[in-house]
């Protein structure tokens, strides 16, 4: 099998800097683990916080620490160092290598979207607190066994939220996602950049809030190839 990504972010409307931040990093003992944090506000307050957030997530996962605890310790970290008084949301999505499985950790009220084959479409919509204003914040995890067809939607708060400051009508990424499935998209390219489009375009084309979107599909099995790619635009 093989398990492709892909991501789409767009920073707020006349803000130079997006306060969501994206970090990767390769699992100790195989696989790989995102971090998607959304910092409270926007600019570069939020985008402090973020980093903050994202950087002591991946400095653990990259010392074999397990999604749950490192989501544990980042938000320990942030009321710390915040006394308690900003908060992010935080996801992790991780693929190990070791029990091929995807994990899922959130602290984010919006829902994760999962599809797989005999499932159908689902979230993944426990109650969950952002980290940094709780003490006894924890995240909810998932997790499920990697099987070809399987797709997953992370993204921030922006995107559901679209149109709801603009006069139209909120955006429904779930709703989105099921019409692309009905139609046949599976690649994760096409549904990132498709739901952070069409939540532009409800926005009138000047987001409200900064948008992040993250994709995990899985392919069918492929003859063995080892070869590891990753592709990136940044535009300047």
């Known amino acids: 099998?093989?398990?492709?990504?892909?991501?789409?972010?767009?920073?707020?409307?006349?803000?130079?800097?997006?306060?969501?931040?994206?970090?990767?990093?390769?699992?100790?003992?195989?696989?790989?683990?995102?971090?998607?944090?959304?910092?409270?506000?926007?600019?570069?307050?939020a985008k402090n916080i973020s980093n903050v957030v994202a950087r002591k997530a991946i400095q653990?996962?990259?010392?074999?620490?397990?999604?749950?605890?490192a989501a544990r310790a980042a938000h320990d970290y942030l009321y710390t160092y915040r006394k308690g008084k900003v908060s992010a949301t935080l996801n992790i999505l991780s693929i190990d290598n070791d029990t091929k499985?995807?994990?899922?950790?959130?602290?984010?009220?919006?829902?994760?979207?999962?599809?797989?084959?005999?499932?159908?479409?689902?979230?993944?919509?426990?109650?969950?607190?952002?980290?940094?204003?709780?003490?006894?914040?924890?995240?909810?995890?998932?997790?499920?066994?990697?099987?070809?067809?399987?797709?997953?939607v992370v993204f921030t708060d922006g995107l559901r939220h679209a149109g709801t400051l603009s006069g139209n009508e909120r955006?429904?990424?779930?709703?989105?996602?099921?019409?692309?499935?009905?139609?046949?998209?599976?690649?994760?390219?096409?549904?990132?950049?498709?739901?952070l489009a069409e939540a532009v375009d409800r926005d009138n084309g000047r987001p409200r809030d900064d948008i992040s979107v993250l994709v995990a599909a899985v392919t069918a099995p492929l003859p063995k190839n080892k070869v590891r790619r990753l592709d990136v635009q940044l535009p300047l």
């Open 101 to 152: 499985t995807f994990v899922i950790s959130r602290n984010n009220e919006a829902p994760v979207i999962v599809y797989q084959p005999e499932s159908g479409l689902y979230l993944l919509d426990e109650p969950s607190r952002s980290v940094g204003t709780h003490r006894n914040t924890k995240p909810v995890i998932t997790e499920f066994p990697i099987l070809p067809g399987s797709i997953i």
């Open 1 to 45: 099998m093989e398990v492709q990504f892909a991501v789409a972010k767009i920073s707020k409307y006349a803000i130079s800097e997006s306060g969501d931040t994206l970090e990767m990093i390769e699992r100790p003992r195989g696989g790989i683990s995102l971090v998607l944090v959304d910092g409270q506000r926007s600019g570069k307050s």
């Open 171 to 195: 955006y429904d990424p779930v709703a989105a996602m099921a019409n692309m499935l009905a139609d046949g998209v599976t690649s994760p390219r096409q549904i990132a950049d498709t739901l």
């Open 60 to 69: 653990l996962l990259a010392e074999g620490v397990r999604d749950g605890a």
